[in-house]
Every structure is written in structure tokens, then in C-alpha cells.
């Protein structure tokens, strides 16, 4: 019986989280990964910067092509969201699309890190 009593009550509790959690302030969670998003898009595009001027290999080059292409992708997304939460829409869909970007932007800065680490490594060398 107390096994019972037991799972029961942690049953009443997780199904309280569970609407707690539905019962979120969507269109403060959206805005602050939005501008998260921004924060995170505003580092890689100073990466990117920092490669566009440095001597660019064939692989460098690669990756900055790479880089491109993940904040083309991620700046696709920003939009779309944007427009959405401009019309009074947040909701969890949002958040999920917004979630995408930053990821997006994450790979490119990594791509955007691999370079600048290969061009240190070739100044090292030559200067060796």
C-alpha cells in the first residue's frame, strides 16, 4: 500500500511539473533566446572577420565557406521566428526554431575556431 501511496504521489508531482512547464511565459523564454541568438551571432561574425583577414589556405578557406553557410542557416531561421514573434506568436515551436539557430550559429563559430587554430598553426610553422 505504501508502494502505492508511493508512486501515486510522484505521480501527482510530475504531472504538476509537467503543467507548471506548459503553463510557461513563452514570449519571455522566445525573447531571451533571440537575443541570445544575436549575442552568439555577434562572437562568430568577429571570428569571421578576424579569418577574412588573415592569409587564407585552401582549407581555411573551406571553412569559412562552412561558417557561411551555417549562419546563412541560422539567420534563415532568425527570421522566419522573428516574423512570427512579431505577430504575438510564442510558443514553444518558436523556441524549438530559435533553439535550431543558436546551434547554427555554434557550428559555424566552430568552423570559424578550426580555422583561426590552422592559421596559427601555419604561422608557427613559418615562423619556426
Do not use: P
Not at 568577429?46 to 562552412?66: F, G, I, P, R
Not at 518558436?94 to 592559421?119: D, H, I
Request: include cysteine; proline fraction near 0%; charged fraction near 25%.
Amino acid at each position: 500500500m505504501k508502494k502505492v501511496i508511493f508512486i501515486l504521489t510522484s505521480l501527482v508531482f510530475t504531472l504538476s511539473i509537467a503543467l507548471a512547464q506548459g503553463q510557461k511565459d513563452w514570449k519571455t523564454t522566445c525573447e531571451k533566446q533571440y537575443n541570445d541568438n544575436l549575442a552568439v551571432k555577434q562572437v562568430v561574425l568577429n571570428l569571421l572577420d578576424q579569418v577574412k583577414k588573415s592569409e587564407q589556405t585552401d582549407v581555411v578557406k573551406k571553412d569559412v565557406a562552412d561558417a557561411q553557410y551555417w549562419i546563412n542557416l541560422g539567420d534563415e531561421i532568425m527570421n522566419k521566428q522573428k516574423a512570427r514573434m512579431d505577430k504575438g506568436e510564442y510558443n514553444e515551436d518558436v523556441f524549438t526554431q530559435l533553439g535550431y539557430a543558436w546551434r547554427y550559429y555554434v557550428e559555424a563559430g566552430t568552423k570559424l575556431t578550426v580555422a583561426l587554430n590552422s592559421l596559427s598553426v601555419k604561422v608557427k610553422k613559418k615562423g619556426s
